[in-house]
Nanobody, 125 residues
């Protein structure tokens, strides 16, 4: 059974940092892209970042470039999202997801086969 389990969310002041983790289990993800999405109240779920598990190639949404960093630890089967210079607009539930499809589809949430349960990130002003 595939499981993606997020952790690391919380409450932080604007300008602060958080690191989210996504522990993956239940299958081999070496050929997959691992992505992070976020969903604010009343809004659609949006792409944040993704990483190719095998190569480590990374991709970012425009609103987080230069502030967020996605990485993975192969030994721990875990993907991370380091979030710096956080803004109130970053407040959302953050979801980890996995897709075997191409890099052309990374920003499309319908391309992802597996999802975690989400972790809340709240940034106060």
């Amino acid at each position: 059974q595939v499981q993606l389990v997020e952790s690391g969310g919380g409450l932080v002041r604007a300008g602060g940092s958080l690191r989210l983790s996504c522990a993956a289990s239940g299958r081999t993800f070496s050929s997959y892209y691992m992505g992070w999405f976020r969903q604010a109240p009343g809004k659609e779920r949006k792409f944040v970042a993704a990483i190719r598990w095998s190569s480590g190639n990374t991709y970012y949404g425009d609103s987080v470039k230069g502030r967020f960093t996605i990485s993975r630890d192969n030994a721990k089967n875990t993907v991370y999202l380091q979030m710096n210079s956080l803004k109130p607009d970053d407040t959302a539930v953050y979801y980890c997801a996995a897709t075997p499809r191409s890099s052309l589809q990374l920003r499309d949430r319908s391309a992802y086969d597996y999802w975690g349960q989400g972790t809340q990130v709240t940034v106060s002003s």
